[in-house]
């Protein structure tokens, strides 16, 4: 079980307190994965002591291994989430290029390895920081991601952030959790959604969800569609012929959901500035939404909004 990487790609503005604990319940939720990488990239949060001592904690803990922070300019006044995620993709290319046993060899034929190659106990998440993580999420994931079809581009939580979801008719897998034979859950085979709340990937994923410069353009001054683009892009690519793209864990037992989404519970920054509702009283509700979990653990959390942060 000690060979089980993951890479996570965390998209976070504001929510200093529920960041930190967004990153700690990766760490504390993990049975399989004992090699976490978190990289964190920070867009136009606002900058305070409190919020850079979170920061320093979790380098120094060695909880993320990795912090940037975007101005609007580095944005290029873009969806910050956008634009960050594309260049994640591109320094995890870069990463396992060099990692790779295969590409000195490879240099010196001219040939360029891709992503794919990596070896496949290497997996990658995106995920928001209002996303908080149960014991055991990712023996679900990883069994779900060895299961995928050829056509998955990610896995999300169920229902996945996607309005009715629940009622289509769509095709499902029963699995069983490779790491306990004793467990069965079932998996959704979707063609529509799956909100980048939380992406789950293995390395043949992860080039399937790149930008083209080009696709940018559609969140120039955005603060949101990065699911909906997406979408569009996989559909186009596949000459707009239905494929499922998504793949959706169902656990075991709905009342212990892998992971749960507080945005709708805390406030969603994104929604208020996608609608021109933001000002000066919101930030004050957000700062005490954001004060209110200072305090309270994982479990605390995972207990006390269960049920609200299951479905969204």
């Not at 290319?93 to 295969?102: A, C, H, N």
């Not at 399937?208 to 186009?236: G, M």
């Not at 969603?268 to 209110?292: I, P, V």
Request: some cysteine; charged content about 25%; glycine content about 6%.
């Amino acid at each position: 079980m000690n060979d089980y990487s993951l890479k996570v790609f965390m998209a976070a503005r504001d929510r200093t307190h529920l960041t930190e604990k967004a990153v700690r319940s990766i760490h504390q939720g993990c049975k399989v994965f004992k090699d976490i990488n978190i990289y964190m990239f920070d867009n136009l949060s606002e900058i305070t002591t409190e919020r850079m001592s979170m920061v320093q904690r979790l380098l120094t803990e060695s909880k993320i291994c990795y912090y940037s922070y975007d101005t609007d300019e580095s944005l290029t006044s873009s969806f910050g989430k956008v634009i960050c995620f594309q260049r994640w993709i591109k320094m995890m290319e870069l990463q396992e290029f060099i990692r790779d046993p295969k590409s000195m060899s490879s240099i010196k034929r001219n040939r360029r390895i891709q992503i794919e190659n990596v070896p496949a106990n290497n997996y990658y998440m995106l995920v928001d920081n209002d996303m908080i993580f149960n014991t055991g999420w990712d023996e679900l994931f990883i069994t779900a991601a060895n299961n995928a079809k050829s056509c998955t581009h990610f896995i999300v939580p169920w229902p996945g952030g996607m309005p009715g979801a629940e009622k289509r008719k769509t095709e499902k897998s029963l699995l069983i959790n490779q790491f306990n034979k004793t467990q069965q859950f079932e998996a959704v085979h979707d063609h529509m959604g799956g909100a980048s709340g939380m992406w789950f990937m293995k390395p043949n994923m992860l080039p399937r969800v790149a930008w083209k410069p080009e696709d940018i353009l559609a969140v120039y001054k955005q603060f949101k569609r990065h699911d909906s683009i997406t979408w569009r892009l996989i559909n186009r690519r596949n000459g707009n012929n239905r494929v499922d793209y998504v793949m959706r864990v169902i656990p075991p037992n709905m009342d212990i959901p892998p992971v749960i989404h507080l945005g709708g519970i805390f406030g969603s920054l994104c929604n208020q500035l996608t609608r021109k509702n933001y000002n000066a009283g919101m930030t004050n509700e957000f700062k005490q939404n954001d004060e209110n979990v200072k305090d309270l653990s994982i479990e605390d959390l995972l207990s006390k909004y269960g049920k609200q942060g299951r479905i969204w």
